[in-house]
């Protein structure tokens, strides 16, 4: 085994159930994503629910809930923080390095998702840069359409932490870490049914050839 593949992480985004929460920690996750309070995503999760994940993958102390945020002010993501015990945030939106410095003075782990024009505002603030490709509906992620693997490689290679996401299936995401080499792959409309609802199969599928040998 590779180690580009021996130490890959999985994380599957836009979870919407806790009971699926539960059942994507026990087939082997590192990272479930709950997209918090943003209504323009059809994944989108309130606060309640969010906490309500966090509880049911409790007992599994190898998986982290990722709270992803669009925009979210700094007062609303205080108390966020404060409800639901969510210590990993991603940023999906137009924050700023302040807004990051100060969210991880909050004590938290922060990502963010970057481009080509940006990254280098972020990447000294971030714990983890997110590469994905930018839905044109809202801006955000979840479009299903591939990142850029190129730009994704080339802050893998500059020592950068990264998550590749961004069209990413059980089919391709082989390819993905194999040219990439990223800290993370992460994917959403790769293994659904229907927005916010999983097809565990699918799941199940991409985390085994997220970890197969090449």
């Known amino acids: ?16 159930l806790p009971s699926q929460a539960r059942e994507i920690a026990a087939l082997g ?3 479930i994503g709950c997209i918090i309070e943003f209504s323009k995503s059809p994944r989108s999760a309130s606060r309640v629910r969010a906490k309500e994940m966090k509880l049911e993958i409790s007992k599994f102390r190898h998986v982290e809930i990722v709270g992803v945020v669009v925009n979210m002010p700094i007062h609303r993501l205080t ?24 969210i991880k003075e909050l004590g938290v782990e922060a990502w963010k998702a970057v481009t080509r024009e940006n990254y280098a505002q972020y990447a000294a603030v971030v714990d983890i840069l997110v590469v994905d490709a930018m839905n044109p509906l809202h801006g955000a992620g979840g479009s299903g359409r591939n990142s850029d693997w190129e730009f ?3 802050l893998v290679e500059a020592g950068y932490a990264v998550v590749l996401a961004g069209g990413l299936t059980p089919e391709n995401v082989r390819d993905g870490i194999s040219l990439v080499r ?3 792959v992460d994917t959403s409309s790769g293994v659904e049914v229907r927005p916010g609802v999983k ?13 197969k040998n090449i």
């Open 1 to 16: 085994m590779t180690a580009g593949f021996m130490n890959v992480k999985v994380k599957i985004c836009g979870v919407t």
């Open 29 to 31: 996750a590192d990272y």
């Open 79 to 102: 108390s966020l923080i404060e409800e639901t015990g969510i210590r990993v945030w991603q940023l999906h939106g137009n924050e700023t390095p302040e807004d990051v410095v100060r």
């Open 152 to 154: 994704a490689h080339e």
């Open 182 to 184: 990223s800290s993370i």
């Open 199 to 211: 097809d565990l199969s699918k799941v199940s599928q991409f985390i085994a050839s997220a970890r």
